[in-house]
């Protein structure tokens, strides 16, 4: 008959806790240390009291702001653009719209000036041409746009076109050859020195090659001129005595 083996205690693991605990506390390991001079220090009964009205009035001795010169400070009546004067009853007048119209019928004008006229044109007619009005009736003020409507259509058409044209194709001078030309030079500068670096020749993303200002200008230009017009057809397509101006065929 065997007889099994008596089974031992099971000790806790060995932890710094338990040594901590049962560590003597020594002379170096106290964080107050008594000083063997008594010394007396008084204690400042005043109370800091909250500055007075006067107090806060009172301007500092030195400015830390720098003075600015009058000339550097923006002339706002000068640059101040005179309001266009309205007439009392704009939906009974048949010029109130001819500005605008003329400006967009006419083949020099510039993108800018396009810009504005289809924005100006659009606020217009949305401002006083009613959505309940009769498509029959005959408006006054839709009368610049029953005069210009073929060379209107022409023109909505050729500005929509511009979206599709490639701001690359913009007409240049010496000095935007100039400025393409450092442009060139400094990308192949830029590729020099990443040949050097230990990366691999072929990226997997192609970067984008820098353009002029100009060229930058031109294509953001395109694009307003594009969504001037479509600002301008969306508020005529939903007002009944304007659309019913225009051809169908043209226009959609």
Known sequence: ?????????????????????????????????????????????????????????????????????????????????????????????????????????????????????????????????????????????????RQNRVMLEKSIIRDLARCLVDPQSMPQTAEDVEEEESLRQENREERDIQSLLPSPKRSPTKKRRGTTAKKAKYGRDLCTVCHSVMKLLTTLFTLPAAYNVFNVCPVS
Not at 1 to 9: F, G, H, V, Y
Not at 37 to 52: F, G, H, K, M
Not at 72 to 94: G, H, I, M, N
Request: proline fraction near 12%; charge should be positive; glycine fraction near 0%.
């Open 1 to 145: 008959m065997s007889l099994s083996p008596t089974p031992s205690l099971l000790t806790p693991p060995h932890t710094a806790h338990r040594e901590k605990e049962n560590r003597v506390a020594t002379l170096g390991r106290f964080h107050v240390y008594w000083s063997s001079q008594d010394q007396v220090r008084t204690i400042n009964n005043s109370i800091p009291t909250t500055p007075t009205k006067r107090e806060l009035r009172r301007l500092p001795s030195k400015s830390i702001l720098k003075k600015c010169p009058q000339s550097a400070l923006p002339l706002f009546d000068t640059f101040q653009r005179e309001t266009t004067p309205e007439p009392s009853q704009p939906a009974s007048d048949s010029n109130y719209l001819s500005s605008p119209v003329n400006t967009i019928i006419d083949p020099s004008a510039s993108i800018e000036h396009l810009i504005r006229a289809y924005s100006v044109l659009t606020a217009r007619v949305k401002a006083h041409v009613t959505l309940t009005a009769d498509r029959d009736a005959p408006w006054p003020i839709l009368a610049p746009l």
